[in-house]
């Protein structure tokens, strides 16, 4: 029996001690006529490890082996052989969550180091332990300006267009049942930035938080310090939403304008966590200490233990559904703990100097990659404004044909941004450290080859 | 154990794991960012060799209790062997490396599993329809609820403003009506455990917009008046919640889809034996009944005639409440857990319900003879049980909490403590059906030695553990004085 250890003689010895005839017997206070036997016979038999491996080897191989230009949200790294390694010990991989924490202190030192490398990168103050992904993380920090904004009245937040439109989904699909709007915000079509002129229209009208993702769904870099004193004077609070190996290069969001951003979200997957078909992943939560106790999910805290002895506890509870049920800030009651785990890791090995190397290759290679693709007749990039690791393309034919096309060669081309942004010809594409010169011209030269086609 | 330093400690200005990471690039060549965006200063991580990181992180992963090491009895949170091939599979490069928006073309292996699980859990759980997108159980709690609220909101029933919970119930069950916009009314749980159906029957009405409950309850029995509970919410107008943190002990045995239940939550982390991966990443599918079909959150994966894979999303599914996630939730949990229902099979499905009760039964029954009281002895235990300490703590001045720190001397992680709220000093105990009868066995030894030690030694107990990292530590401290980060 799969992962079952009982003998024939255990189960006797144990049915004996209950006093009961069989296994059946555990269930007489179950209604018959409810029970499920024969009613599972579309399950199919059970597999050795060896059949399952076989199964899922092939299931696998029939994902693999193109090259991609996908980014818009989840991005391709070289993740050190150290990471997944140790992530996958059982000793972090089995644990359960650190509630008993005087078990539990391998668990929670990565947290308190996570939590600082995290205020390290955005330069803020806190950070909890993670949540279940960016664009959750947004609904979640959306919750949060309402209860923190002191100044506010308002369940209305601004949000840009040029937001990943996935984040702004998963937001209004998690926000929308409190009765919280989001006002969109539009973007400059020759730049593709979010300008001041923009906001003006919401000026004097009451609103929780602005957004600000840096960089914005397009790549390009949004003017942060003026968005950031703008809201700030016109009482909004400031979300930032920022890409993690970028802040290894830009300004983060704590120097953001006069005061900062005052809450900052993001996901983490670039640093260290496979793209694995989109999870797991985790989103990451910082914000000013002011606001702590409005902040959701778990935070770790430094402290003492009877004799004196420096340890780490799961700290401000009263915030949490365990104790404060229908009064907490969030139902969240996990963190992404194993990818959080990885991300200490990788952070680690990669030092300052390791991970501004990465950002560095990711926005040189997609700046050479987009001068290879703009040398293509009719191939133009969209936008003006200056960018980090991606660029939007208008190509002379529909995205979505180019990039059936260009699949069938195994090379994905990036993401069409017809269906959101009613943009037919324009695709979204992203480069990093792992693509390689010939990586690059291997997309030119059958970019070509489709369009000539 | 020593104190171990925390990695910044370890960190000396210009070392680094040089072959981690590419090369530098020339300063000029980032001209294209403008200065006033650049960061001004690098950001302050540590700066290590290779092998300090692996010495680190190795050394704090002996810090901790896992299932690898101990046995993990902790109520409704089914701590079950996490099979190490479920992790091999999921880490297979063709998942591994596959985009979340890669085409449909270069996406049938990992689609054709998502199909696939999708159709187990539907039998087991004997439900209509299957979504895998929730990213943990109180994610798939609340689109459970926002399914209910998106059902009534479809009628123009929009006078329903309350949930109806059980005062045994989850944290979360509450926490997430409210995030679903509902008020939350509590309901009285009997002195036998069951559901105080009289008062039930009293709080349903025009207000009400469903009911959340698990079963078993979370008091470790099988909820008996589960049909009549169904009956009085629908008759209401309401729908039925099932939380399915117990799923495990009713796998195989009977379904919720049977019991009348309109919509549920799955923690894969939990019945499907993904890890917990000391507090996640979980999964929590829900399965719906045929009313609920149209609002299941997206993505999903779909079949064509031809046999090939597509995805189901808000375009074709305008009712869906949406997206919960940027992309397909926890993709590699939801592999793992199909790694394990394959390597189950059916037979194997049906003995998880089996094997769990059975271990719950006898722990229980060989606890009760050595002095453990159970606060419900007349009833048959599900795959998990309550005692209470009210006696032990009266007399002797010796808590749950203080036997539950001692048996992490014994090398045994607590039970759930200080849950149900409706029992006093309790502990809430589920040992899975992965545990050998020798475990379980050692487990009631320890259990014999600290009760001895609770009349003898009772001071001592009170101050235990003494073998751990660190002893009993100072949360006052930690939540007056916080300290979250780090500061050389």
Redesign the interface.
């Known amino acids: 029996?799969?992962?079952?250890?009982?003998t024939p003689d255990?189960?006797r010895?144990?049915?004996d001690?209950?006093?009961?005839d069989s296994?059946e017997d555990?269930?007489?206070?179950?209604?018959a006529h409810?029970?499920?036997a024969g009613?599972?016979?579309?399950?199919?038999?059970?597999?050795?490890?060896m059949e399952?491996?076989r199964?899922?080897?092939?299931?696998?191989?029939?994902?693999?082996g193109?090259v991609?230009f996908?980014g818009?949200?989840?991005y391709?790294h070289?993740i050190?052989a150290?990471v997944?390694e140790?992530a996958?010990?059982?000793?972090?991989?089995?644990?359960?969550?650190?509630y008993?924490?005087?078990?539990?202190?391998?668990?929670l030192?990565?947290i308190?180091?996570f939590?600082?490398?995290m205020?390290?990168?955005t330069g803020m103050?806190?950070?909890n332990?993670?949540v279940?992904?960016?664009?959750?993380g947004l609904a979640e920090a959306v919750l949060m300006s309402l209860r923190a904004n002191r100044k506010s009245k308002s369940r209305k937040v601004l949000v840009p267009t040029a937001l990943?439109p996935?984040?702004t989904?998963?937001t209004?699909?998690?926000v929308e049942?409190?009765?919280v709007a989001l006002q969109t915000v539009g973007f400059d079509a020759a730049s593709g930035q979010t300008p001041l002129d923009a906001l003006k229209d919401f000026e004097g009208e009451d609103f929780a938080a602005l957004v600000i993702s840096q960089p914005n769904f397009f790549g390009s870099?949004e003017?942060?310090?003026a968005l950031t004193d703008w809201a700030h004077a016109n009482n909004m609070l400031v979300i930032g939403v920022v890409n993690p190996t970028s802040?290894?290069?830009?300004?983060?969001p704590g120097?953001w304008g006069t005061e900062g951003a005052d809450i900052v979200v993001g996901?983490g997957q670039p640093l260290g966590v496979?793209?694995?078909?989109?999870?797991?992943y985790?989103g990451f939560m910082c914000c000013k200490?002011k606001y702590?106790r409005q902040m959701p999910g778990?935070?770790?805290?430094?402290?003492?233990?009877?004799?004196g002895?420096?340890?780490?506890?799961l700290?401000?509870q009263a915030r949490?559904?365990?104790?404060?049920?229908?009064?907490?800030t969030?139902?969240?009651?996990?963190?992404?703990?194993?990818?959080m785990?990885a991300s200490?890791?990788y952070?680690?090995?990669?030092?300052?100097?390791?991970?501004?190397?990465?950002a560095?290759?990711c926005?040189?290679n997609t700046?050479a990659l987009a001068e290879k693709l703009t040398a293509i007749e009719g191939v133009e990039r969209a936008f003006s404004a200056?960018?980090?690791h991606e660029v939007v393309l208008t190509l002379p034919k529909p995205a979505t044909e180019v990039?059936?096309a260009l699949?069938?060669k195994d090379v994905?081309g990036g993401?069409s941004l017809a269906?959101d942004y009613d943009m037919p010809n324009a695709i979204l594409i992203n480069a990093t450290?792992v693509h390689s010169e010939s990586d690059l011209d291997l997309f030119a030269v059958a970019l070509k080859e489709v369009l000539a086609a | 154990m020593s104190e171990t330093k925390l990695i910044f400690q370890l960190s000396q200005p210009g070392r680094s794991a040089v072959s981690q990471a590419p090369k530098a690039v020339a300063e000029d060549k980032l001209g294209a960012i403008p200065a006033h965006l650049r960061r001004q200063q690098k950001p302050a991580l540590p700066e290590v060799s290779e092998m300090q990181v692996v010495r680190h992180y190795t050394n704090l992963s002996s810090k901790n209790f896992a299932i690898d090491k101990q046995f993990y009895p902790l109520g409704s949170c089914t701590m079950k062997y996490n099979p190490r091939g479920a992790n091999r599979a999921a880490m297979l490069p063709g998942f591994l490396n596959r985009h979340p928006l890669a085409p449909e073309t270069h996406s049938q292996g990992f689609l054709s599993c998502m199909f696939e699980l999708q159709n187990f859990l539907k039998e087991v759980t004997g439900m209509k329809g299957v979504s895998l997108a929730p990213m943990a159980g109180a994610q798939g709690e609340f689109a459970g609820v926002a399914m209910i609220r998106a059902y009534h909101d479809a009628r123009g029933d929009e006078e329903r403003t309350e949930i109806l919970i059980p005062e045994a119930a989850h944290g979360t069950n509450p926490a997430t009506a409210v995030m679903c916009g509902y008020k939350v009314r509590e309901v009285p749980v009997g002195k036998d455990g069951d559901v105080d159906l009289e008062a039930l029957k009293a709080a349903c009405g025009p207000q009400t917009a469903g009911l959340m409950m698990t079963n078993p309850s979370t008091c470790g029995v099988f909820e008996r008046q589960i049909e009549a509970i169904a009956k009085t919410v629908h008759e209401a107008g309401g729908l039925l919640y099932y939380d399915g943190a117990n799923l495990n002990a009713i796998l195989g045995k009977v379904r919720p889809g049977d019991m009348g239940f309109d919509v549920i939550h799955m923690n894969l982390h939990k019945t499907f034996a993904t890890p917990h991966g000391g507090g996640g990443p979980g999964a929590g599918p829900v399965g719906v009944s045929e009313r609920l079909l149209p609002y299941l959150p997206t993505p999903m994966a779909g079949q064509r005639d031809d046999g090939s894979y597509h995805w189901i999303d808000t375009d074709t599914l305008e009712t869906s409440i949406g997206h919960l996630s940027a992309f397909m939730g926890n993709a590699g949990v939801l592999l793992r857990a199909y790694y394990y229902a394959r390597s189950l099979g059916r037979d194997g499905m049906i003995r998880v319900g089996e094997f769990s009760t059975l271990a719950a039964n006898y722990l229980l029954k060989r606890l009760e003879a050595i002095g453990c009281t159970a606060a419900y002895p007349d009833r048959r235990a599900s795959h998990e049980f309550i005692l209470t300490f009210a006696k032990e703590a009266k007399e002797l001045g010796v808590t749950a909490m203080d036997i539950a720190k001692r048996l992490l001397d014994y090398n045994q992680h607590a039970p759930t403590t200080y849950f149900p709220l409706l029992v006093p000093e309790c502990f809430l105990i589920e040992p899975t059906e992965t545990e050998s009868k020798e475990a379980l066995d050692e487990f009631v030894d320890a259990m014999a030695a600290i009760l001895e030690e609770a009349r003898t030694e009772p001071d001592m107990v009170k101050e235990a553990p003494f073998t751990q990292p660190v002893r009993r530590l100072d949360d006052v401290k930690a939540a007056r004085e916080l300290d979250l980060t780090w500061t050389e």
């Open positions: 029996m799969p992962y079952i250890p009982h255990d189960v010895a144990m049915l001690a209950i006093g009961a296994i555990l269930f007489d206070e179950i209604p409810l029970k499920a009613k599972l016979d579309a399950l199919p038999e059970g597999l050795s490890e399952v491996t199964l899922m080897g092939e299931r696998a191989a029939m994902d693999a193109a991609s996908i818009a949200g989840a391709q070289h050190p150290a997944w140790i996958t010990r059982g000793e972090f991989y089995t644990a359960y969550t650190p008993q924490a005087e078990a539990s202190q391998g668990t030192q990565v308190y180091e939590q600082t490398l205020t390290r990168l103050e806190v950070s332990a993670s279940y992904d960016g664009a959750s990943n996935r984040y989904a998963a209004q699909a998690i049942n409190q009765d870099l003017e942060v310090d802040l290894a290069l830009l300004a983060p120097e996901e496979p793209l694995s078909s989109g999870g797991p985790y200490q702590v778990r935070i770790i805290g430094r402290t003492v233990d009877m004799e002895k420096q340890g780490f506890a700290t401000l949490e559904q365990h104790i404060r049920r229908s009064k907490a969030s139902n969240i009651c996990t963190n992404q703990g194993l990818a785990t200490t890791i952070c680690s090995l990669l030092g300052p100097d390791g991970l501004t190397n990465v560095a290759h926005h040189t700046q200056p960018t980090f990039l059936a699949a069938e994905l993401v269906k450290e």
